[in-house]
């Protein structure tokens, strides 16, 4: 089983609608979970961290964490062309930042 | 404030041969971290540097090293370069050892290993 695990997309939605992004990780002692967002040829920007059950909100973006399940997710609201880019989600583990994969989100005009 | 820093941004180097590559972290940061993100592997932790030292090593040879100096950049060093070591190095620092999980990059220095 892979450490963190994304659905590497594309995800295509359109735009004005709600984007949503899943991740599930496999360590359960893992204490702090962060979205990233990649633009093509770019480096990573935080986006999110979490570290309790629950939603945490910020503007458009919503980051929900249920421990139990070990599952983390991101929701985009009201999508714009420019959230197009892939979605980093990072656990730590033993003192390091594991990322998965990415998942490729493309809005739809 | 300036952000985090990566020189050069490419660079082209032959199989066998070493490259070093050069980060500044943002100023008040003492915690480098190092990335490689090959074609279809995404974001691999090679290196966590604090306050000079080592603190965590991903699974890389020994032929990826670094080091952190007293102004907190760092160098990664690699060696005897193969053709699968063609990636996009990303260079992180945060703000200490005890928020570790907050990490800046920088932009990035692109390796092709011909």
């Known amino acids: 089983q892979k450490e963190v695990e994304q659905n590497s997309g594309p995800l295509s939605v359109p735009e004005g609608a709600i984007a949503s992004l899943n991740c599930t990780y496999s360590?359960?002692?893992?204490?702090?979970f962060f979205w990233y967002r990649q633009y093509s040829g770019k480096s990573p920007e935080l986006i999110m961290s979490i570290y309790s059950n629950g939603d945490k909100e910020d503007g458009r973006f919503t980051a929900q964490l249920n421990k139990a399940s070990q599952y983390v997710s991101l929701l985009i609201r009201d999508s714009q062309p420019s959230d197009s880019a892939t979605y980093l989600c990072a656990v730590n583990r033993d003192d390091k930042i594991i990322f998965g994969k990415g998942t490729r989100l493309h809005i739809l005009p | 404030e300036a952000g985090v820093t990566q020189s050069p941004t490419h660079l082209i180097k032959t199989r066998g041969q070493q490259v070093t590559l050069r980060c500044s972290p943002i100023?008040?940061?003492?915690?480098v971290y190092w990335y490689q993100q090959a074609l279809g592997l995404g974001l691999q932790f090679l290196l966590w540097?604090?306050?000079?030292?080592?603190?965590n090593r991903g699974n890389f040879p020994p032929r990826f090293s670094g080091r952190q100096f007293p102004n907190y950049s760092s160098e990664l060093n690699v060696n005897a370069l193969e053709l699968e070591d063609s990636a996009l190095y990303l260079c992180?620092?945060?703000?200490?050892?005890?928020?570790?999980?907050?990490?800046?990059f920088g932009p990035g220095t692109r390796l092709l290993v011909l």
């Open positions: 992180a620092s945060s703000l200490d050892l005890l928020v570790q999980e907050t990490q800046y």
């Open positions: 360590d359960r002692g893992s204490q702090s």
């Open positions: 100023s008040g940061h003492t915690s």
């Open positions: 540097y604090d306050e000079g030292e080592e603190r």
